[in-house]
């Protein structure tokens, strides 16, 4: 077990339930309807990222070293999920996205990064 990525596995999830009951019962008297829908497409992420960091980190052999996996995700997921929950509430506080916008697909392409870099680990581990 890796306690750290099942830790923050479950933060990420505690985190995501939060900010799902809070858009499905706050936002949608304040935001438009594509905003909502990007904002539930952040949740979703951010759920999944949790939860498969949970599995990883209660299953993990301590062989295997997970380290640039756990960075990548972490960041990736930080970046994809509130890039989205900034850009959701920009029409509402006037925030300028032009530098916002780029951080959701560098995110997402982190948190791919992340799966193939544990999908190569496992495949190229001499663990049973």
């Known amino acids: 077990m890796n306690k750290t990525i099942a830790v923050t596995g479950i933060l990420l999830i505690l985190s995501g339930i939060v900010c799902g009951a809070f858009g499905a019962h706050s936002l949608k008297e304040i935001v438009s309807t ?13 759920l999944i990222q949790g939860l498969g960091l ?3 980190g ?18 990736g997921t930080i970046l994809f ?39 190569i680990k496992i495949l190229t581990a001499k663990i049973k």
């Open 34 to 46: 594509a905003k909502l829908n990007s904002f539930e497409t952040g949740v979703r992420y951010q």
């Open 54 to 56: 949970l599995i990883v």
């Open 58 to 75: 209660l299953q993990s052999p301590t062989e295997l070293s997970l380290k640039v996996f756990y960075q990548l995700m972490l960041v």
């Open 81 to 119: 999920c509130f890039s989205i929950y900034i850009l959701t509430f920009s029409e509402v506080i006037n925030l300028p996205t032009a530098l916002l916008g780029p951080l959701t697909p560098i995110g997402g392409l982190f948190m791919v990064s992340a799966w193939l870099i544990l999908l």
